[in-house]
């Protein structure tokens, strides 16, 4: 009898299942043309808890500070849907899937860290969503996926210019890397500067050695004193801000006085107040500064958020709002609330004027843009050059 | 390795294993008592150091003060889980009372989320414990000489407690036979409040001077911590005080001459511990330094 019962059951459940699968399609007719009045819904996936909340947090402002300054395209009303990725690469797939399937939203800005975007990847390429990534910078997250631009450069120009900087700047002719090798961001960043050190010191063995740590690690200390025998002239760490703040730190307790360098993810409050004293002198590249605004938008950008929030606003929250007013231009432009379209009307983007500098997608789906070196002077990111993209 | 670096690899590990010890005991005493595992420790820990941060960052408390007052807080902290979670289920199966602990761990967990923020807080650090001595080329920060004191001082206060005085007395027969020590009028629900007092003041040191080494404070900071003290506890042998001191050191001399011997193998730093835990039971379930006593049904 029990057992009839449960089959029962189950048999309920995979009709229910079933039903629950075919009703978005039934109750949500697409009326194009009526679009006047309407509501457009942009989704926003992102960080907010966990360890790169600073990341998202900062995103989100300039995301949200964009749609303060445009509400409204084609005379819809755009209604901002956020969602939390937790910093989790699993969270990243359920929060895509989420806003995709639960909330219906035409487009999608996100995520801060490479990691969390790639993982949302393949759920966005089949629900065929348009997707614009404000600071992900791993080259895996656009290849092969017609549904992902970004409004960033990539880690193959990020990790020559870092690598420029340590042999033309620092003078270094061997370099060590400490690693988050957990991360696709560090990896691939590391990958990219090993092969332009390599070339730029012509010596094969200018990389002296590797160190790997994970996500979440506290102590560094065994890696660290590693690479202290090793007597490099230079140290690249790319990797999140927590945990490079905390490296830093005990890099410099253990007598460590080599320069440390890294990538754009440090460029948050919290590397400052973590490291203190000990991040003094580190230099890193990102995307913005704004010390110099490039745009006419910059200025539009710089006075509404120094006005909302009296502080500098961080290379990454231009990104955000960036990604936002690209988005709302295919959008304009497409004259359609069809994904597909906005996305034919998003790869044709060419010149667009963002606060972080003119976006033209290349074929990939990823802006071509110069990348900013800053350095920590005096407890500030102080700006330090500017370095064009290889034509 | 040179001789060097072995000495400086091994003045990490000291310093990593004497945190790991420290939170390790408190783990170990509250499941020899109540033969109960406080999977809530973890996040006992991380409320103490955020207390301790407020009270030196919001309330300007000069450190000493802040300290005494995020013990002081989080006792009352663990005494309320212990009244809210665990004091109902006291005489349902085990398994309930572990499950009970589980949730009580991920609701602080997500309280804290809500309450302090997800963003990391940088923990301040009095000049004190963040000095460093240079002995030749070996660099060492003072808080890796303070922490084995702190530890052994809690070792010893802890081993007087339960050896020497009537409460510990009082302790032991519990954890012998809860039936019976009642009977014998021992006040039991005395005794577990005055373990968990005991077990979340030492959750707070542990977390304070965790915050002292690492200084970035997020709401999920008590998870990995707990995990690798409970392993350190059973590696010692759960339940025996000493054994966590053992075990707490061992794991982190292991876990750091792993990363100096095999630094490919670094990314499996976390999995390692988990291998030695699943080892140490197949093997040795009672852990070095346990004793091989029947489980009465």
Known sequence: ?????????????????????TKPEDSNP?????????????????????????????????????????????????????ADNKSDKVEAANAATMLIEKENVTAIIGSWGSSLSIAAGPIILDAQIPTVG?????????????????????????????????????????AAIIQEISSDYSVGLVKYFNDAF?????????????????????????QLSNIKKLDADVIFAPGNYTESALLIKQARELGITTPIIGGDTWEAPEFLEIGGEAVEGAAFSTFFTSDVPITKESEVFLNAYREKYDKEPASVTALGYDAYIVILDAIKRSGSTDPVKIQEALAQTVD??????????????????????KKVENGVFKYMATVDPIK | M????????????????????????????????????????????MFGTYIAFYAMTSFLLPWGGAFLIAIVLTVIFGLLVERAAYKPLRNSPRMSVMISAIGTSFLIQNLAIVIFGGRPKSFPVPDLFNTVIHLGNISIVSITFITPIITAIVLVFLLYIVDKTKTGMAMRAVSKDYEAARLMGIDVNWVITIT????????????????????????MMGLMPGLKCFIAAVIGGIGNIRGAVVGGFLLGLIEI?????????TGYRDAFAFVLLIVILLIKPTGIMGKNIAEKV
């Open chain 1, 30 to 82: 697409i009326d194009e043309g009526a679009d006047a009045g309407k509501v457009i819904k942009i989704g926003v996936f992102e960080p907010m808890t966990g360890a790169n909340a600073a990341g998202g947090e900062m995103e989100v402002e300039g995301i949200r500070l964009a749609n303060e300054l445009y509400p409204e395209v084609n005379g819809m009303k755009v209604e901002l849907v956020i």
């Open chain 1, 134 to 174: 404000a600071s992900c910078t791993n080259p895996l997250v656009t290849i092969g996926n017609d549904y992902y631009q970004r409004v960033c450069f990539i880690d193959s120009f990020q990790g020559t210019v870092m690598a420029k900087y340590a042999f033309e700047s620092l003078d270094a002719k061997k």
């Open chain 1, 352 to 373: 667009f004027e963002g606060a972080a500098g003119m976006i033209s997608l290349d074929i990939n789906g990823d802006a071509i843009k110069s990348a900013v070196i």
């Open chain 2, 2 to 45: 040179d001789i060097e670096l072995f000495f400086q690899q091994l003045a990490n590990a000291i310093s990593l294993g004497s945190l790991y010890a420290l939170i390790a005991i408190g783990y170990t005493m509250v499941y020899g008592i109540l033969r109960l595992i406080n999977f809530a420790h973890g996040e006992i820990f």
């Open chain 2, 257 to 265: 001459m792993l990363i100096a011997a095999l630094p490919a193998l």
């Open chain 1, 1 to 21: 009898m029990k057992k009839i019962l449960s089959l029962l059951m189950l048999g309920v459940m995979v009709i229910s299942v079933g039903c629950a699968g």
């Open chain 2, 196 to 219: 968990f007092g005991i077990g979340s003041g030492l959750a707070a040191i542990g977390g304070i001077m965790w915050g002292l080494k690492y200084p970035s404070l997020l709401p």
């Open chain 1, 198 to 222: 390599i070339a730029l010191t012509n010596d094969e063995n200018a990389i002296v050695g590797t160190a790997n740590y994970s996500t979440g690690d506290q102590d560094f200390s065994a």
